[in-house]
């Protein structure tokens, strides 16, 4: 255990990121500590923004001049003082990169020991243990270069189906209209430049993509008169200009643009095993180092276990260790071959503790955001056993979380309050779990109180069905989806809830509206008010007030700080880095020219709206009354999330206020059916409550809402219960359940009930 000294403690004074009133605190090193706290609370303000900000800006100071000027530069968080750091490593959800030589046992390091196992032991042995490295020439496809797939042009992202040629279908920009070569396309006369894509006949699409067959000349018309020329298709062009060709002769920007454009389906050659047949044809007990790596990690942990050969066995016995860390945090169905790309955030986040598991670094500060994400009460009790672990080598862990059973395990509380955005940002706690569950403050008397299943549950009105499925791991499900209730779709992690829910069932009812917590495709100028439709009548009522022209109201418009476009940030993106972002020094972040700030509407500035929460911004428009403002502004406290400031960037949400913030657009709906993945991510257990109640009123007002959860509290109070299982990957994609949670609690073979029984005793 770590041994305390005179600077035992990380010492926080006067902190004010974000929402946060002059914090000052005291953390012990070499300790648990868990952050608790409503959403918009200022946990992350705290952990996140100051914490980890300030130690690696730290951190950077002590590199030299040169190196220094080669980082991501941070500001220096808003603090009096932030003393006694530790280096910290920040375990959080943000998606692993995307990219696809990045599969589990890379980024754990065990496929390394596997190589080095089939280098030493596989017969015929390939080499060295780079013959068998899918990311080494020496042992990767020749045709795929190790992807295991093959790159082709995406159509459904070069051309948008919705829009006409003339409205700007093609989405690649060289080709996009009003450039020379999207001419082509636009002024064709065998094209209907005004028709959607969509409505294109076969034979049209065929020609956009292809040109005629032959190579036929075809009439174009873009000065007046038509003439005939060689027409190159679009996808002929674009492979010609950007596949077929020295991809190095091309300016890294053009190749990160293409990028955005191409996709992969799996390699013929090898058939997405990566290596070349020399690799493929080595043997350890029969099997192949791509079997191994096909493998569930349960199963290649039984398989490597039975490899006893007095050489071999110290090498798999290596491998079998690190490959039961990766069971132990609940991730035992993943297969070293997946790619990182494909895992949801709390997946990558336990992975990448996996890595530290392993390390032997002592000393730092771990930083970890709610990493009981997705996981089923089961293995919540493994994970904190593995948090424990990481200090008890000598670490200072910080962990932002909700689930009970994590605050529980904590040496030390800090709870922040007493609500959220500006009715936060204080310490209301801070103390031992046990302290806590007598304080009065919202987590202590969420932590008190009990609930039981619900009583009476609705009535179905009808149901429709999921016929059939076998995506991923699922097993011929077919299940009855009760309509006009609230359903939540439960199982351990693995078990197929999402592949059911959000693929299958969303393909099979394709008019289910789907609210995940999937970054808003919008620019990263959006913002609640341009998002929820407010700021078109914000600017309307500036306009109309000052006499100005609306669009000076607008930082996407000529309202524009013209340093940093309106962004208000500058942002510079770093290969193999996160990006860093720094406030633009011309507008101070306000993203509007200096003029625009002198115009006003009831003593307020454009830049004073965006800065009022929605809370604020609806006592501020009682004044100047506009229905349709009200109502969506109304949306936004429906959905818990009146503490966000109308011009805060959507980038800055975290997943589950996005899915919260999309849900407000989707309030209106009757007779729908709601799709929600996981919605408690983020969320209080007071938060919750708010939740509940809103998922009641859409199933009220005519819906069906279907969740896939793991709190326990949305179990209870569902009118009816989904449960796969048993297990999860292969032991898993069964219905072990379907009833309401009473029948719920007497059920046989469900780890679902098993803790709802322990719940609610
Ligand atoms: P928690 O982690 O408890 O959910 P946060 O620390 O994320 O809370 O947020 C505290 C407050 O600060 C909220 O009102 C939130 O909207 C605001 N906030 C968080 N990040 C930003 C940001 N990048 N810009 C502006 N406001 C922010
Ligand atoms: P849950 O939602 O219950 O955690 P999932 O539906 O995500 O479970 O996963 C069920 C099974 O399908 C697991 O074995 C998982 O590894 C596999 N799986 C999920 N997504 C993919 C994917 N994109 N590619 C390959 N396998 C996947
Ligand atoms: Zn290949
Ligand atoms: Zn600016």
């Known amino acids: ?28 090193k070499g300790r648990l500590t868990v952050f608790t706290g409503v959403s918009g609370s200022g946990k992350s303000s705290v952990v996140f923004d100051t914490i980890a900000v300030e130690s690696q800006r730290q951190l950077n100071e002590t590199f030299t001049w040169f190196v220094r000027n080669r980082l991501p530069k941070y500001e220096r968080p808003h603090a009096d003082a932030i003393e006694d750091l530790a280096p910290a490593i920040v375990v959080d959800q943000k998606p692993i990169g995307g990219h696809s030589r990045s599969t589990v046992g890379t980024m754990t390091d065990i496929y390394s020991v596997i190589r080095v196992l089939f280098s030493r032991h596989g017969t015929p042995s390939a080499g060295p243990a780079t013959a068998y490295s899918f990311n080494d020439p020496s042992g990767m496809c020749p045709e795929c270069a190790g992807l295991g797939r093959t790159v082709r042009p995406d159509y459904d992202r070069i051309l948008d189906p919705g829009k006409s040629l003339a409205d700007g279908a093609i989405l690649f920009p060289p080709f996009a209209v009003g450039t020379w070569q999207g001419q082509t396309y636009t002024n064709t006369t065998d094209l209907d430049p005004h028709k959607p894509v ?71 050659a090898c058939a997405g095993a990566r290596l070349n047949p020399a690799a493929l044809a080595s043997r350890v007990n029969g099997l192949n180092i791509a079997d191994c790596a096909r493998m569930e990690v349960t199963d290649l942990i039984a398989e490597l276990g039975r490899v006893d050969d007095p050489v071999a066995g110290p090498v798999a016995r290596a491998a079998v260790a690190a490959l039961e860390r990766v069971e132990a945090i609940g991730l035992g169905y993943l297969s070293l071959d997946r790619e990182t790309s494909t895992l949801s955030g709390g997946e990558g986040q336990r992975l990448k503790m996996v890595r530290h598991l392993g390390s032997s670094l002592t000393g730092m500060t771990y930083i970890f955001d709610e990493p009981s994400v997705g996981l089923h009460p089961r293995d919540v009790g493994r994970l904190g056993d593995l948090l424990l672990r990481l200090r008890d080598k000598g670490n200072t862990v910080l962990v932002v979380e909700h689930d009970p059973d994590v605050i529980a395990i904590a040496d030390h509380v800090v709870d922040m309050g007493p609500a959220a955005g500006s009715h936060g940002g204080l310490v209301v706690f801070e103390g031992t779990p046990d302290a806590l569950r007598a304080a009065d403050t919202l987590t202590g008397r969420s932590l008190r109180r009990a609930t039981g299943v619900k009583e009476h549950p609705r009535e179905p009105v009808g149901d429709t069905w999921i016929k059939g499925a ?217 938060d919750i409550d708010g939740l509940l109640a809103l998922l009641d009123r859409l199933v009220d007002a005519g819906n069906t809402v279907l969740v896939v959860e793991h709190n326990l509290d949305v179990v209870k109070h569902a009118d009816w219960v989904i449960d796969l299982g048993p297990d999860g990957g292969k032991h898993g994609g069964r219905v072990v359940f379907e009833g309401t949670p009473r029948e719920l609690l007497a059920a046989d073979g469900s780890f679902t009930a098993e803790h709802l029984r322990r719940a609610v005793a």
């Open 1 to 28: 255990m770590y041994e305390a000294t005179a600077h035992d403690h990380i010492t926080l004074t006067g902190a004010r990121e974000n929402n946060l009133k002059e914090v000052s605190l005291r953390i012990p």
């Open 198 to 268: 969509r409505d294109f006949t076969a034979a049209e699409r065929r020609f956009l993509l292809r040109g005629h067959p032959g190579g036929k000349k075809v009439s174009v018309d873009n000065t007046g008169g038509a003439r005939d020329i060689d027409f190159e298709g679009l996808a002929d062009r674009f492979e010609r200009l950007y596949l077929h060709r020295d991809l190095s002769a091309l300016s890294q920007r053009t190749r990160d643009l293409v990028q955005g454009f191409l996709v992969e389906g799996r390699c013929p």
């Open 470 to 686: 076998d995506l991923h791991n699922l097993q011929d499900v077919s299940v009855r989806v009760p309509t006009g209730v609230l359903t939540a779709v439960t199982g351990v992690a693995g078990s197929g809830k999402s592949t059911l829910v959000s693929e299958v069932f969303t393909a099979q009812h394709p008019d289910a509206v789907v609210v995940d917590q999937s970054a808003i495709g919008i620019s990263g100028r959006s913002t609640p008010a341009t998002y929820l439709g407010i700021m078109d009548r914000v600017r309307a009522l500036f306009a109309r007030h000052t006499g100005a022209e609306p669009g000076l109201f607008s930082f996407n418009s000529s309202g524009a700080c013209e340093s940093c476009q309106g962004r208000g940030i500058i942002y510079s993106d770093l290969a193999f880095m996160d990006p860093v972002t720094t406030t633009c020094e011309a507008c101070e972040g306000r993203r509007f020219k200096p003029e625009v700030l002198r115009l006003t509407v009831g003593g307020r500035s454009v830049v004073d709206v965006l800065d009022m929460t929605a809370e604020q911004a609806l006592a501020f428009l009682a004044d100047f009354p506009d229905p349709a403002v009200r109502r969506r502004l109304g949306a936004l406290r429906d959905v818990g999330l009146t503490y966000l400031t109308l011009g805060q960037p959507l980038s800055t949400l975290s997943g589950g206020e996005r899915q919260r913030i999309k849900l407000a657009t989707q309030l209106h709906r009757t007779g729908t059916t709601y799709v929600l993945d996981e919605p408690t991510t983020g969320l209080h257990m007071a």
